[in-house]
Each structure stands twice: as C-alpha cells, then as structure tokens.
C-alpha cells in the first residue's frame, strides 16, 4: 500500500452536491462516469486537475435518501485563510455549523460545514509552518 486514492461518500442530489464542492470549497470535478447498466453516476473532485486524493461522490439513480448513520466522522480540508473559506461556504448556500475558531484544548483553528448531502466538512487553517491536522 502506497496512498490514499479516494473517499466515497452517497449524495442525494448529483449537480447540487458537485455544485457545492466545486463553487463552495473550490474543487475542480476531475471526472464523472454514468454506468447506465446499474443505475448509478460517479463524479470525482479534488484540488488540481488530477488530484492524489479525491472525493467520490456516488449518485445512486433510484435513492434519494441515505442513513449516514454514526460512525463516519468528517472530510477535513486544508485552507490558508479559514474565514475567507468559511464565507465563501455561505455565500454558496452552505451551513457553517461551527464558526472559525481555535479547537477546545489547543491552538488550531477549525470551522465546520455541511454538504448538500448532510455530510459534516471540518476546515483546518494553516499554522504558521503549513501544517495541517
């Protein structure tokens, strides 16, 4: 094993949610693939026009619901500037469920959104040294 390829995660609504990762967080859409035979569409986003690790968003023709039940925690995202992230988040209709600001215990600074789909976003600015946990 060698890298992180991707993270699947079960949208309900294919263009709402590329919408939301390309125009709110900034991804490009890399790729997006319809398998007519089993009724599903992929799309593939990331940061670059061929990211190392990428998003799969998975659009399954005949769902529209799905239970994200209680074990998957977060997609966390790396910025330069959080606030800037976080408003560019509101100004495209996303939720801001944690404002900006330094994680309980520590220095880091956090924020936290929802997708389209539910799925929460933790934003992680970057300290002085580029370092993002």
Do not use: C
């Not at 995660?9 to 125009?23: A, C, G, H, P, W």
């Not at 968003?57 to 977060?74: C, I, M, R």
């Amino acid at each position: 094993m060698k890298k992180i390829l991707h993270t699947m995660i079960r949208v309900n609504n294919l263009q709402e949610s590329i919408d939301f990762y390309t125009k709110a967080l900034g991804m490009n859409l890399i790729n997006k693939f319809d398998n007519t035979e089993y009724k599903y569409t992929l799309a593939f986003l990331g940061y670059g026009d061929s990211a190392d690790t990428t998003i799969e968003l998975t659009y399954n023709w005949d769902t529209d619901s799905y239970d994200h039940g209680n074990a998957f925690g977060h997609i966390a995202i790396g910025t330069d500037d959080i606030n800037a992230a976080a408003e560019q988040i509101k100004t495209h209709g996303g939720t801001i469920t944690r404002e900006p600001g330094p994680v309980k215990g520590g220095s880091t600074v956090i924020a936290f959104a929802k997708d389209p789909s539910g799925y929460s976003i933790e934003l992680i600015e970057s300290d002085k040294s580029g370092a993002e946990f």
